[in-house]
């Protein structure tokens, strides 16, 4: 049975680190977007093509490395400061290695692409690779204490920090390779501010330790491999089967579809484990907990799929300028899949606070074997990039029925039905959306690019607001009582 006031005072923690979480990561969003924009206008598509490249690889030998620790550190309570030690020192072992298999990876990736200018980059960019490794436990550690303040705080200050060097290099004429120092500098500062918050001793290896976290991490682990290929196998195929310029509108596109689904749902799914996984057996309880934590994103993101369909041409020029219109097309496509994207993202913390990460890995599994499908199809069988877009959208719906079967049936035990209810009024409001701002595009159609911008943006706030600010007063009601 759920005690009353251990409820309220979850409520009142998880709902006070959600709001430190929104404040400073949408200011992260202001500056990722004024740093983007400079970027855009100094760098060209090619560019922007070559680090999309390189990126799928980054992430890659970034996911090896990680192996599930961090969320398996969170997870388990019966950690010492000495398992801690020893799993910090596996990781600056396994960084290490993996950095030096990433340089000397490059010439094959030089190679593939038939691109010289891929060697000095991917070079370059094994530094990443080995501190990603190196922040994976200070990281955790904060997540584990609940400490968003510092966490989120550095992460803005690394992001200002690095994006400002990114331009000045980029004005002094470096191109690319002011992109190169944007992304390693901002995991350096990373993992330097995070370690002196919490500075860890190194340790002789001990397999006891690491095998209190093997079980959680090692599905946790496949999942990450598999969910990777399913979402970087488009940029591979794109760049090496059409050209780094294609993939650089692709790249643009997806990257920016992607602001609201990871920044939006990050403020939930941040906070999702470390607070969800003191109740991990009570499945009910989590059960209730999340469906409204999913409804109220699907409420924001049913609407905002199809304001930004409306508005794909203002928001594109604006922000990345004239040379990008390219991505124009692409980008309306795929901001059909942000809503339903936003409420998948957040299944994941899910699946690992009530400690089924095998369920997760089973899920990803199947979404994989549908992105990849898409993906192939639209590179090999029709050879055409806008129905490789349309195919990856339809297969994040497809994806909506494949996840929530595992989460809700068979890791929660609870009714899909009754969770199918969330998508109700956002579905209302998302028609709403739609209709209304079908009927301005059609009268402002021409407009100053600023002013029609504003127009949507104006309506969409109007039409979306009461319904938010309903559904966050039973939400406080709740908590009250």
């Known amino acids: 049975m759920i005690d009353s006031k251990s409820n309220t005072n979850f409520k009142k923690q998880f709902i006070s680190g959600v709001s430190y979480v929104a404040i400073t990561k949408y200011s992260g969003i202001l500056i990722q977007l004024v740093i983007t924009a400079i970027l855009s206008r100094l760098l060209s598509p090619d560019d922007f093509g070559l680090i999309a490249i390189t990126s799928v690889f980054i992430v890659f030998f970034s996911l090896i490395s990680n192996m599930g620790i961090s969320p398996a550190i969170i997870q388990n309570k019966t950690l010492t400061k000495k398992d801690i030690e020893v799993i910090f020192t596996f990781t600056i072992y396994v960084g290490f290695v993996l950095s030096m298999v990433f340089f000397l990876f ?109 079980v959680f991490s090692s599905y946790q682990y496949l999942f990450n491999i598999i969910n990777y290929f399913s979402r970087n196998l488009d940029n591979l195929l794109i760049g090496k089967y059409f050209s780094p310029a294609i993939l650089g509108y692709y790249e643009k596109s997806y990257r920016l579809m992607l602001m609201p689904v990871q920044n939006l749902t990050h403020v939930f799914t941040s906070a999702i484990q470390p607070y969800f996984s003191d109740f991990q057996d009570e499945k009910k309880r989590i059960f209730q907990s999340y469906i409204k934590i999913a409804k109220l994103l699907a409420l924001i ?100 029925f494949i996840c929530y079967y595992f989460l809700i049936l068979k890791t929660l035990g609870q009714s899909f039905k009754e969770f199918l209810r969330i998508t109700y009024l956002p579905l209302l409001v998302a028609v709403l959306t739609f209709v209304t701002e079908y009927i301005v595009s059609l009268h402002i159609s021409g407009w100053n690019i600023y002013l029609a911008l504003f127009i949507k943006v104006a309506l969409f706030v109007m039409i979306l607001s009461p319904f938010c600010f309903r559904m966050l007063k039973k939400l406080k009601y709740e908590q009250r009582s």
């Open 106 to 214: 490059a010439p094959i990736i030089s190679n593939f692409y038939n691109n010289s200018t891929l060697l000095t980059m991917c070079r370059w960019l094994s530094f990443s690779v080995f501190f990603s490794c190196l922040g994976i436990v200070p990281g955790a550690l904060l997540l584990k204490e609940k400490n968003f303040k510092r966490l989120l705080l550095v992460e803005l200050f690394a992001l200002t920090a690095s994006g400002s060097l990114g331009i000045i290099f980029a004005f002094s004429g470096l191109g690319v390779f002011s992109l190169l120092i944007y992304s390693i500098s901002s995991l350096i500062l990373i993992f330097f501010m995070n370690y002196l918050h919490n500075p860890i001793k190194l340790s002789t290896l001990k397999i006891e330790s690491l095998k209190k976290i093997a």
């Open 301 to 400: 993101g049913f609407p905002l799929s199809v304001f930004l369909y409306f508005s794909a041409k203002e928001i594109i020029l604006i922000i990345f300028g004239d040379q990008w219109t390219e991505s124009i097309p692409i980008f309306e496509i795929l901001s059909w899949s942000v809503g339903i994207q936003m409420v998948i993202s957040s299944s994941g913390a899910i699946f690992q606070a009530a400690n089924n990460t095998r369920q997760l890995f089973f899920s990803g599994l199947a979404s994989m074997v549908l992105m990849i499908t898409a993906i192939c199809l639209g590179v090999f069988y029709f050879k055409d990039l806008m129905t490789v877009v349309y195919l990856i959208t339809l297969s994040f719906y497809l994806n909506f």
